[in-house]
């Protein structure tokens, strides 16, 4: 099993910038893939994006694409999200999550480790 710690959520006005960090503990060498939800209220877990842990391949959702970038740092077991031009839409509460297998990187049931997730707001 994998432990995820995501940190870096906050209030960021429309237009502003956010990065997020996922820290990994625990059987960290299982890991095949690592990913990136949101929750908004009333809404189902939506894709955000996903990077593959070895060659560092990514593939975002159609409302990220271009503005959130996911990256690793797999020296320190962490990966991130940074989050540009954000929008009211953006505002959620954002999970990191880890697989130990190859699978459609976009779904949810690929992934078995999930953080404890951090709230994004985006403020008008």
């Known amino acids: 099993q994998v432990q995820l710690v995501e940190s870096g959520g906050g209030l960021v006005q429309a237009g502003g910038s956010l990065r997020l960090s996922c820290v990994a503990s625990?059987?960290?060498?299982?890991?095949?893939?690592m990913g990136w939800f949101r929750q908004a209220p009333g809404k189902e877990r939506e894709f955000v994006g996903r990077?593959?842990?070895?060659?560092?391949?990514?593939y975002y959702a159609d409302s990220v694409k271009g503005r959130f970038t996911i990256s690793r740092d797999n020296a320190k077991n962490t990966v991130y999200l940074q989050m540009n031009s954000l929008n009211l839409e953006d505002t959620a509460v954002y999970y990191c999550?880890?697989?130990?297998?190859?699978?459609?990187?976009?779904?949810?049931?690929?992934?078995?480790?999930w953080g404890q997730g951090t709230q994004v707001t985006v403020s008008s």
């Open positions: 990077i593959t842990w070895s060659t560092g391949d990514t």
């Open positions: 999550t880890a697989a130990s297998s190859y699978g459609l990187g976009y779904r949810a049931s690929t992934y078995d480790s």
């Open positions: 625990g059987r960290t060498s299982s890991t095949r893939l």
